[in-house]
């Protein structure tokens, strides 16, 4: 029914599918994704304003240069900026998110979507001011200024995340390797569309640059076969239990949460995998890997301290 009336008023983008074969053991299966590069292909022709903050054309050039250069105080260390201004102005900042979900029935679901870092609202033009003590302005209509931008956190997750694949991982027990393989798969295709790029609205070529993995610590140490993380939290033994640093290891605990605690000298020193990961292939920064992986604020605040916080705030009021 859905289907019926997204397609009879002309609501869908019609990206074609494309179908992955996965083989493990004598079994195989077939599921069908979204290429990146088919993503891209498709919006930065027909609706790039969807990647560009709202507006598109010579604006979002600027916009675009103002984020990097804002970008490149945080992370100078990233592949994008091996390139020229001259490929930057072109270059959409972009984030990957992966989340365990449920379907209606409430079975569970395994997504993997992409999400433009601009937000939507960027080109809308309204300049805000706020009335602190360090009061400061933000908005308004020049795109090339950093102060303009908003994140990509408002509106529908229609327009703000692109779904790249999602199946319900209870159907598909015998393959407990097809996520990381359908990952590989996708991951893949995203590399290739950054080195290489795609044909965009004005016949020039535009480039993703990934910036980050967004995801929970559960789908974390599950698509990343990480040998440190939350769930190598040692009772008895001291054992590392963090991606980013050695926290967890003897020596270095991770409960200080001092300014001055020990495993802040060792923050993405080592990577927390053997195995090379599923996104291997997307180009970010060859001294600090393990960086690709973000902690995703949804989870950190709305689900944890967020959450937490406003209940601790209603327990005190009631009592």
Known sequence: ???????????????????????????????????????????????????????????????????????????????????????????????????????????????FSMQPMVGLNTASGKKTHCRCDTSASAGGDDMGDPATQCLNTKHSTYLTHFLIFAYPSKSYKDFPKLLNGLLETACSNLGSVCSDGVVGFDGNMWFPAVLGFKLDMEWMAKCGTLTRSYQNVGHVREIPCCHECDAGMAGVPFENVNPDAEWTTTRFATVPWITPPPWRAIPFDRSQPAKFLRRDAFHIFRLGIGRNFVASCIYLLCY
Not at 16 to 43: A, M
Not at 75 to 84: E, I, L, R, S, Y
């Open 1 to 111: 029914m859905h289907d019926a009336l997204v397609r009879k008023f002309g609501l869908t983008m019609n990206i074609p599918l494309s179908e992955y074969t996965h083989h493990e053991g004598p079994s195989s299966v077939s599921n069908s994704y979204i290429k990146p590069s088919d993503i891209f292909g498709r919006v930065l022709v027909k609706h790039p304003w969807m990647f560009l903050g709202g507006s598109a054309g010579e604006e979002s050039e600027r916009l675009l240069l103002a984020f990097w250069d804002c970008y490149k105080v945080e992370h100078p260390g990233h592949a994008v900026f091996q390139f020229g201004r001259d490929r930057l102005r072109r270059t959409i900042p972009v984030t990957i998110h992966g989340d365990g979900g449920r379907t209606q029935k409430k079975q569970p679901l395994e997504i």
